[in-house]
């Protein structure tokens, strides 16, 4: 559905007579209402295919109002103009993208009067009144817009401080950006364009480093049109390093009036108007009162682009970040790099002590002193802290989140690739909680912030082990996450498919920051904006094999795992279809044992054990087709033949299905070629339990006379309630 209305024409001759500006600004006006009524209705697009179109119409509505301050407030009214009537009409599709855009327009703002920052302030109340995920939303953005009305100009300095890095004593929040490609997607063509890409381009002559920026954009921000910005920009750019010093003034101003409920605006106000004179009398220039503000975007933060072949390197570019940057590093829980995300190596070290003391030595050979063990024990604080944060991810999957505590640190991983790569990243989760479990450290100083942007090649098929073809999807993930929210689709799913053809458009010349910056900038809004989480269930499969030799191998998966048995051989006939080939013993496939529980109306499990005889088994934990239902909290297990597959379909969490006969079975884990086990008896699926709340489980058992209703039942809400899930960062998150 589209919009029709006009805008009020006085109040709009009004704005531009008072900018100076006459029709000038009436036209850019115009211009901007259509660009974003075309938005509005890319959304209602829904075709098989996604427009590449839409992210770039977005990116394009933002590059145009960063040209003046001016058409930033331009862009913020209509905003707000747009959201009271889509409130009014109900057409509750606009109400969040409208909302991201209006927040990422007042973060790239130089300057907002008053009034329209009190009336943004008033809509973003209104809206709480609608349900979740709009409330909640709108609570975020509310909190936002208030901080922003008492001191104007701390969205932009917190935002560039944390992304930048810069160094200061009274903020210390910092932020760093991680971007994995899937080596199984990306080429290394592709590779080379997309790290030519996200390479920091060079500065356009006159731009200030983050450091001036800061400055400029606060004195602006607070001054408002009394601020000659031109003047204050000249004075900055001539001070060279003595920039630093208003600066720091400048962050110490600001969190001085920063939680306090009864804080001054006017004060506020008159301390950045005292700091902006200091700079003009240093730099000696005089400024005349007003004059035109300068343009001051917001920079996008420093990528750390690589192809991730190893799992441990998700995990090793955050401690490396976080070593790198904490001041109080302690070697305590140092663990060696070489060691795996889940592995269980141990670093062997050979002791010569005898254990007597009388053998260690006097003081005068402290060689011989006795050394600590490097591995400790978790204190009680340390294992609250890893059910807190997990009791924080369960709240905000029932859409109730909890306060989160602010951590001086945040990782924001970018992962791009298809269902394999976000299997890999459930991996490095549960590994990584895993590590936290047994020897805490990154949970009480770094805040995981988790993105996924799809990317796939154009001839997605999965290869059996016998050279059978069976063509799917690689990117079941990114078609839920369309489905729940149509902003991501427009923004996210658009930019992954522009993403190979990108890297084939011949590389220009002279390379400016406006010209080659859609990548990162389509990157900065995702993770500055897409603030609510959707949670995927992680699974955790333990597949025992048929040679007794072999270890059990316990992993987990978060799409889809497929059972298949490398005796039905298959051979081509033309394009799209096959022939099967079997012996007349093979014909009727191979006979297993399925023992669930299954899911009845009164949501109680039930135990069922069937035998049956298949020749396939798919099972999937992300919806695959409109008709299913969208609740991530059970498994769609379906068995057949390739002929017709999918005879019989159940839907359970927990199921375990072993060969009955002497003919082994390979499981594939993700679509992941990389994770197929070979010769398999037996596989058991259950939810993955979240390592955080094992800490808690007793040694001793419990005694029965002390036992209280159903333990089969209680074992199973457990296990409901302390499940691991995936959080990946989305526009709605869940519960929409």
């Known amino acids: ?37 075309t938005i509005l209705r890319e959304l209602n697009n829904h075709t098989l295919t996604v427009s590449q179109s839409k992210g770039v119409l977005r990116w394009t509505l933002h590059k145009k109002v960063l040209e003046s301050p001016k058409h930033c407030v331009l862009l913020v009214k209509i905003l707000v103009k747009e959201l009271e009537k889509v409130k009014r009409l109900q057409y509750m599709t606009y109400i969040i993208p409208l909302l991201h855009t209006l927040i990422y327009a007042v ?35 509310a909190k936002l817009i208030k901080m922003e009305q008492i001191t104007p100009g701390a969205l932009y300095q917190r935002r560039i401080i944390a992304e930048q890095r810069l160094h200061n004593s009274s903020f210390s929040l910092q932020e760093k950006v991680f971007v994995f490609a899937d080596p199984a997607v990306f080429p290394d063509s592709l590779v080379t364009g997309v790290t030519a890409d996200l390479e920091p381009a060079a500065a356009a002559p006159g731009e200030l480093d983050p450091v001036g920026a800061t400055v400029l954009h606060t004195l602006q921000a607070a001054m408002g049109e009394s601020c000659n910005g031109a003047v204050l920009k000249q004075a900055l750019q001539s001070l060279g390093c003595v920039v630093e010093l208003f600066f720091h003034k400048v962050v110490s101003t600001l969190a001085q009036h920063t939680g306090d409920v009864a804080a001054d605006r006017s004060s506020y106000c008159a301390k950045l108007q005292r700091i902006y004179e200091e700079i003009l009398k240093t730099a000696r220039l005089d400024a005349p009162e007003g004059g035109s503000l300068c343009s001051c975007s917001l920079p996008n933060p420093e990528m750390n682009f690589q192809v991730w072949r190893e799992d441990n ?77 997990s009791l924080e991810e369960l709240h905000a999957t029932t859409g109730a989140p909890l306060p989160k505590d602010e951590r001086p640190f945040t990782a924001r991983i970018v992962v791009m690739g298809d269902d394999r790569t976000v299997g890999r990243l459930a991996k490095a989760y549960h590994s990584l909680r895993q590590r936290e479990a047994r020897c805490l450290y990154l949970t009480t100083k770094v805040s995981l912030e988790l993105y996924y942007i799809p990317v796939t090649s154009e001839s997605a098929v999965s290869l059996s082990e016998e050279g059978n073809i069976f063509p799917q999807t690689n990117l079941a ?193 993700d679509k992941d070629s990389r994770r197929t086990f070979k010769d398999v008896q037996c596989v058991e699926i259950s939810r993955c339990l979240d390592p955080g709340f094992s800490l808690q489980k007793s040694s001793r058992p419990q005694p029965a006379n002390f036992s209280l209703g159903d333990t089969k039942d209680t074992k199973e809400d457990q296990s409901a309630i302390h499940s691991l899930p995936l959080p990946l960062n989305t526009f709605v998150g869940a519960g929409h």
Not at 124 to 141: D, E, F, M, R, V
Request: glycine letters at 4%.
């Open 1 to 37: 559905m589209t919009f029709n209305a006009s805008w009020d024409s006085t109040r709009g001759s009004q704005r531009a007579d008072t900018a100076g500006e006459g029709d000038g600004l009436v036209s850019i006006e115009s211009n901007i209402y259509r660009s974003l009524q």
């Open 313 to 389: 390197e998700l995990w090793g570019a955050v401690i490396k970040f976080v070593r790198a940057s904490s001041l109080n590093y302690s070697q305590e829980c140092e663990e060696p790099p070489t060691a795996s995300l889940g592995g269980r190596s141990r670093q062997l070290v050979t002791s010569t002590d005898s254990g007597i003391m009388g053998d260690i030595g006097t003081r005068d050979q402290p060689s011989l002193i006795r050394r600590p063990g490097q591995r400790r024990r978790l204190t009680q604080s340390d294992r609250m802290a890893l059910m807190k944060e």
């Open 477 to 669: 993930v990114s078609s839920y996450l369309e489905k729940i929210d149509p902003w991501y689709e427009c923004n996210i799913s658009s930019l992954g498919r522009m993403i190979p053809k990108m890297a084939k458009m011949p590389a220009s010349p002279s390379r400016t920051p406006k010209s080659d910056s859609f990548l990162p900038d389509v990157i900065s809004y995702y993770i500055r904006t897409a603030i609510q989480p959707i949670y995927l269930t992680i699974y955790s499969v333990k597949i025992n094999f048929f040679n007794p030799g072999t270890t059990p191998v316990e992993d987990v998966f978060v799409c889809h795992l497929e059972l298949d048995f490398p005796n039905i051989k298959m051979s081509h006939i033309n394009e799209g279809s096959f022939r099967i080939t079997r012996s007349t013993a093979e014909m009727e496939g191979v006979m297993i044992s399925v023992k669930y529980k299954r899911l009845s109306v009164s949501s109680r499990a039930e135990d069922t054990v069937v035998s049956l005889r298949v020749w396939s088994a798919f099972i999937d934990a992300i919806p695959t087709t409109e008709s299913e239902d969208p609740d991530l909290s059970c498994l769609t297990v379906n068995f057949g033949n390739f002929k017709s597959a999918r005879e019989v379909s159940v839907r359970t969490c927990n199921i375990k299905i072993r060969t009955l006969e002497n003919k082994a079975f390979c499981v594939c884990l």
């Open 107 to 141: 973060y790239q703002s130089v300057y907002l009067p008053d009034d329209l920052c009190q009336r943004t302030y008033d809509l973003c109340k209104q809206l709480l009144t609608l349900p979740h995920p709009y409330c909640t939303i709108a609570l975020a953005y």
